[in-house]
């Protein structure tokens, strides 16, 4: 692998546990304005006094989220994305490149990928464009990819995950970030089929915390890498100590029990 590429990667994955926590908070380009993220510096603080490995956003809001004070973070800078407003909301473009991303201080970049919309052969050739410049300067890659589409009549359908997930690593991408399929059986079936480390994304905030880490640790039990979350963390009502739970799950193996008993979530 490139030495540049490894350096980074350690940046963003825990070296003991080699799997991640990532907080999006790419979402103010989509959404508009999102609660939790009215200061990007402070709530980058907080993830970070729990434990994220590294935080995602646009370029345009890394002056902002960036702070200098506090535990050191990841920094992964997003180059796709839509608002809700477009007329195919589906269609992720690329709005910031590899060398841009660099510039700012990026310790990895992400793109999102919709397989089955519509516009997936633009959103491939994307790729293709961004695997490339990621494989000359050494940045590793993540590769956002969800089932989304006509023909995709449940997004966390382990059968079209499987898809999503294979396209990630079969286009070149280093960590591919994806839906969770529900179980511990199916998603073993999602992680064993590429070499590559696979993440679980938030989605929606979820009703309860103990859900959220149920999750969680099932997605570790069937040898996931780690998570991607972000309204559920951010929207949270401590983040700080959220993030310290997903961290002992994550990295030191806790079982529900235990974090039950050191954190006392409700």
């Known amino acids: 692998m490139n030495l540049g590429k ?20 790419d979402h103010g380009l989509t959404m508009g304005s999102i609660q939790g993220l009215e200061n990007m510096a402070e709530m980058v603080d907080k993830v970070s006094q729990g434990g994220a490995n590294a ?12 702070r200098r004070y506090g535990r050191d973070v990841g920094l992964i800078i997003h180059l796709s994305g839509a608002t809700n407003l477009a007329p195919h ?13 660099l510039k700012m201080g990026a310790d990895a ?15 491939l050739e994307d790729a293709r464009k961004v695997v490339e410049a990621s494989r000359e300067w050494g940045v590793p890659l993540i590769a956002m990819m969800y089932p989304r589409g006509k023909k995709i009549q449940n997004e966390n359908d382990p059968e079209v ?31 064993n089929s ?15 915390i103990p859900e959220l880490l149920q999750v ?4 570790i039990q069937a040898g996931g890498a780690g998570v991607a979350f972000g309204r559920n963390v951010f929207q949270a009502k401590n983040p700080i100590k959220l993030v310290n739970a997903l961290s002992k799950i994550i990295h030191q193996d806790y079982t529900l029990q235990e974090i039950q008993k050191e954190f006392h979530f409700i």
Not at 89 to 101: D, G, I, Q, S, W
Not at 194 to 202: C, D, H, K, L, R
Not at 216 to 219: H, L, M, N, T
């Open 194 to 208: 590429v070499s590559i480390p696979v993440i679980i994304a938030g989605g929606p905030k979820m009703d309860t």
């Open 89 to 101: 909301p589906n269609r992720k473009v690329l709005v910031c490149t590899v060398e841009r991303a």
């Open 55 to 66: 935080v995602l956003m646009h370029s345009g809001m890394v002056g902002a989220g960036h």
């Open 161 to 191: 995950v499987n898809i999503a997930v294979r396209a990630g690593a079969e286009l070149g991408a280093d960590i591919v970030k994806t839906n969770y399929t529900g179980d511990i059986d199916s998603f073993k079936y999602i992680v």
């Open 6 to 25: 490894s350096i980074r990667l350690e940046r963003i994955i825990d070296r003991k546990s080699r799997r991640t926590i990532i907080v999006p908070m």
């Open 216 to 219: 969680v640790y099932d997605s």
């Open 109 to 123: 970049i992400s793109i999102h990928i919709n397989i089955g919309a519509e516009e997936e052969p633009e959103m």
